[in-house]
């Protein structure tokens, strides 16, 4: 399995990205799907989650501002960013916990290789 990012970008302040997560290879399920981000010199930290149900949660520096969703027919996770900030300037990586066969009863957690977004002045 593997996830690809993608939607990331050069934006200026108060603008908006959308990023987009989409698994490849084999898929049984997924529960819950996440945005983490890490900005130079800084530990990499969660900015949004989606469980399976819809219950989402988000980072105190986020909130109001970026909406996670998900599409599960499609197993795609989306993150909808306005008002974006020069501090919101990371690589933005997804994350979703999946079951890859009925058979397996194991969730694996998988990462995307991460997708750049730059907010400049």
């Known amino acids: 399995v593997q996830l690809q990012a993608s939607g990331g970008g050069l934006v200026q302040t108060g603008g908006s990205l959308r990023l987009s997560c989409a698994p490849s290879?084999?898929?049984?399920?997924?529960?819950?799907m996440a945005w983490y981000r890490q900005a130079p010199g800084k530990q990499r930290e969660l900015v949004a989650s989606?469980?399976?149900?819809?219950?989402?949660n988000y980072a105190d520096s986020v909130k109001g501002r970026f909406t996670i969703s998900r599409d599960n027919a499609k197993n795609t996770v989306y993150l909808q960013m306005n008002s974006l900030k020069l501090e919101d300037t990371a690589v933005y990586y997804c994350?979703?916990?999946?079951?890859?066969?009925?058979?397996?009863?194991?969730?694996?957690?998988?990462w995307g290789r991460g997708t750049q977004v730059t907010v400049s002045s």
């Open positions: 989606i469980s399976s149900l819809g219950i989402v």
């Open positions: 290879g084999n898929i049984f399920t997924v529960n819950a």
């Open positions: 994350n979703q916990v999946i079951r890859t066969s009925s058979w397996d009863i194991q969730w694996h957690t998988y």
